[in-house]
C-alpha cells in the first residue's frame, strides 16, 4: 500500500491540486509513495517515475507539472535554463518559492476561482455524470459503452476527481449537445521521453517554444485569442474546452474510478460546453503531438481496425515522410520513449488507447513495434458459428420420437406454460421430461438436460403437425445473425455472440412463430436443431 505524506490529512474543501497528496509514484528504492504534485517537484530526483495505471491519467499528470515548470520558467532564468537544471537533477530553489506563492490558484473548492472551474456555470439546472471527466465511463449515448443505467449516481474520491480535472485540457472529446473536443480537436498520439529519475524526464519534455508565453487560465469561463493569431503556450496549455463546476465534497460510498469506499468526493457536477472554444480554429502545435506539416492538424489514430492491428503508428513513417514532435526533435539521440496511442476515428472521439514502448524515435524501431500478422483479417468478422460436423442423430431422434408419440394435449399444454421457465419453476412439465429420459435410459447420445428442456418447451408451442421432424425442413438456428451491420455504415459489420439463457429461447421461439405465420410455412428439421445445440450450449 503507498505510503501517505503529513500533507495528505488536509481538509477536503482546502483540497489543494498542487499540495494535496494525490500523486503516485516509484522511488529509486523501487518503494510506491503518494506525493503532492509540489512535494514531487522538490524530490523529482530522488523519484524514479509517476505510476498511473491509465495512460491518459499518465500524460495528463507529467503534463500538469511541466505547465507549471513552463508558468514559473522565467523566475530561474527561462525554459533553457530550467531545462539544463532538470537534466543535471535539480529544480531550481526560486522556482519552487514562487510557486509555492502561488499555491492558492489550485484550490480545487475555492468560492471565487475554483481550479479549472467557470462560477458563471455554477446555477445550472442540469446535472451531468461526475463520469463525465472520463472517457471510460457510460455517460449520455455513448455507443460504446453497453451500460447506462444508473450514470448520474456516478461518485469520485478526491485524487480520481483532479485526474479527470486534469484530463479536461489534452483529452477531453467531442461529445453530443454541442461538446467540443481539446485544443487538438480529435485527441493526438503523444511522445513522452522518459528519463533515469523525475527530475531527468522532465527536462526531457521541457522544450523551447518558438511562441510567446502568455497567461495561463486557471479558473474562470475561459475565452481564447481571436481566430488567426497564434495560441501563447501557456494559453495553449490552459486551454479549457468545458464549463465545469464541481460543487461542495460530499461523502462518497465508493469511488466508480479507482473503488476507494467510505471517503469524500463529488457526486453530480456542472458540465457544459464553452462557445468560445467551440467556434475557434486556434493556431497551435502541440510540443508532445506529430505533425507532418505546416498545417496546425495533430496525428491520430484513426481507423479503429488499424488501430486493433496496431498499425496506426506506422502514419509515423509513411511515404509522405516523417512525421515531427517539438520534444523528439529537441532529443534527437535520446533512448527511451513511450507513445500514448488513443484509438480515434473521425468522429474526434476516443474509445481506447493504449503505451507503445520505443526504444528509440527511428523508423525501424517503430516498425519494430507494429505487430506481424500472422494471416490477414477477413473481410468480415466471425460472429457464432454453426458446429462443423454433426454426432448422436439416433439418440436425439429417438428422444423426439418418444416426445411426439407419447405425450398428450395436456402434456404438452403444461410444457407450452413453462416457456421461459427454468425446470425447477414448472415440477409439472419436468416430471414429462424426467419420464421421457427413464423410459430411454438405455439409450446412447440423448439430448443434455438442458437441451432437451428448451426443446420439448420449443416443440410445444408449435401446432401438432409440425412437431414431427423432416430432414429437408428449417433449422431456425440458420436464421439467428452472426453479425450485425453498424448503424449508418454499411460496409461496416461486427460479430454477434451466440445467445445464451433465457435469450436463447427467445429468439428461437421468435424464428419458429414467424415461420408458423408465413403464408408457406415450412416444417422443422427438430434432429438436426438438437444436434446442434447439443454442441452450441454447454
Known amino acids: ?154 461518485q469520485l474520491c478526491l485524487r480520481c476527481t483532479t485526474f479527470g480535472m486534469l484530463r479536461v485540457v489534452p483529452w477531453s472529446q467531442q461529445g453530443g449537445q454541442g461538446l467540443s473536443a481539446a485544443i487538438h480537436k480529435a485527441p493526438p498520439i503523444i511522445a513522452l521521453a522518459l528519463g533515469s529519475n523525475l527530475a531527468e524526464t522532465l527536462g526531457l519534455n521541457l522544450v523551447t517554444l518558438d511562441i510567446p508565453a502568455g497567461e495561463a487560465h486557471w479558473s474562470g469561463h475561459y475565452e481564447p485569442l481571436p481566430d488567426g493569431e497564434t495560441i501563447p503556450y501557456m494559453e495553449g496549455f490552459t486551454w479549457n474546452p468545458r464549463r465545469i463546476h464541481l460543487g461542495k465534497p460530499t461523502k462518497v460510498d465508493i469511488c466508480w474510478y479507482c473503488g476507494q469506499r467510505g471517503t469524500v468526493g463529488i457526486g453530480k457536477i456542472v458540465y457544459k460546453k464553452n462557445d468560445y472554444t467551440k467556434s475557434r480554429a486556434p493556431k497551435w502545435k502541440d510540443p508532445a503531438a506529430f505533425y507532418k506539416d505546416e498545417k496546425f492538424k495533430a496525428m491520430t489514430s484513426g481507423s479503429d481496425v488499424i488501430a486493433a492491428e496496431e498499425r496506426d503508428i506506422g502514419k509515423l513513417i509513411d511515404k509522405r515522410g516523417f512525421a515531427y514532435a517539438s520534444v523528439v526533435q529537441a532529443n534527437p539521440d535520446h533512448r527511451g520513449w513511450i507513445l500514448i496511442v488513443p484509438s480515434t476515428p473521425g468522429n474526434a472521439k476516443t474509445y481506447d488507447h493504449r503505451v507503445v514502448d520505443l526504444q528509440e524515435f527511428s523508423t525501424d524501431s517503430i516498425l519494430r513495434s507494429i505487430p506481424k500478422l500472422v494471416k490477414r483479417m477477413p473481410s468480415l468478422p466471425e460472429g457464432w458459428q454453426l458446429p462443423a460436423r454433426s454426432y448422436g442423430e439416433k439418440g436425439i431422434q429417438q428422444f423426439i420420437q418418444a416426445a411426439t408419440n407419447h405425450l398428450s394435449d395436456g402434456d404438452w399444454s403444461k410444457l407450452a406454460g413453462a416457456s421461459l421457465r427454468a425446470m ?103 434432429v438436426q436443431l438438437c444436434v446442434d445445440l447439443n454442441q452450441l450450449v454447454a
Not at 481538509?11 to 509513495?33: H, R, T
Not at 529544480?91 to 475555492?110: C, G, K, Y
Not at 435410459?441 to 416443440?459: D, R, T
Open 424 to 526: 425447477q419453476e414448472r415440477p409439472a412439465a419436468f416430471n414429462l421430461l424426467a419420464g421421457l429420459y427413464w423410459s430411454l435410459k438405455e439409450k446412447h447420445h440423448l439430448p443434455s438436460h438442458g437441451v432437451a428442456w428448451l426443446l420439448l418447451k420449443l416443440l410445444a408451442q408449435v401446432p401438432r403437425g409440425y412437431r414431427n421432424t423432416d430432414e429437408s425442413g428449417l433449422n431456425p438456428l440458420h436464421n439467428i445473425p452472426m453479425r450485425q451491420k453498424v448503424p449508418r455504415r454499411a460496409k461496416r459489420v461486427y460479430p454477434l455472440a451466440f445467445p445464451s439463457g433465457y435469450r436463447l429461447e427467445a429468439t428461437l421461439q421468435s424464428e419458429i412463430k414467424r415461420n408458423i405465420r408465413h403464408p408457406y410455412p415450412q416444417r422443422f428439421n427438430w
Open 1 to 154: 500500500m503507498p505510503q501517505k505524506t503529513e500533507a495528505y490529512n488536509l481538509l477536503e474543501e482546502d483540497w489543494n491540486v498542487l499540495n494535496s497528496c494525490w500523486l503516485e509514484i516509484v522511488d529509486l528504492n523501487a518503494e510506491s509513495q503518494v506525493y503532492s504534485p509540489f512535494e514531487a517537484l522538490k524530490r523529482a530526483s530522488e523519484i524514479r517515475c509517476i505510476a498511473a495505471a491509465s495512460p491518459l491519467d499518465l500524460f495528463a499528470a507529467h503534463r500538469f507539472l511541466l505547465t507549471l515548470l513552463y508558468w514559473k520558467a522565467d523566475m530561474a532564468g527561462g525554459v533553457i535554463q530550467v531545462r539544463e537544471s532538470l537534466l543535471s537533477g535539480e529544480v531550481p530553489a526560486s522556482l519552487l518559492n514562487n510557486l509555492r506563492d502561488s499555491a492558492s490558484s489550485f484550490r480545487m473548492f475555492d468560492d471565487q476561482v475554483p481550479f479549472l472551474q467557470d462560477l458563471t456555470a455554477r446555477n445550472t439546472k442540469k446535472p451531468y455524470s461526475a463520469g463525465s471527466l472520463f472517457s471510460e465511463f457510460a455517460v449520455g449515448t455513448n455507443i460504446a459503452h453497453f451500460h447506462h443505467g444508473d450514470d448520474k449516481r456516478a
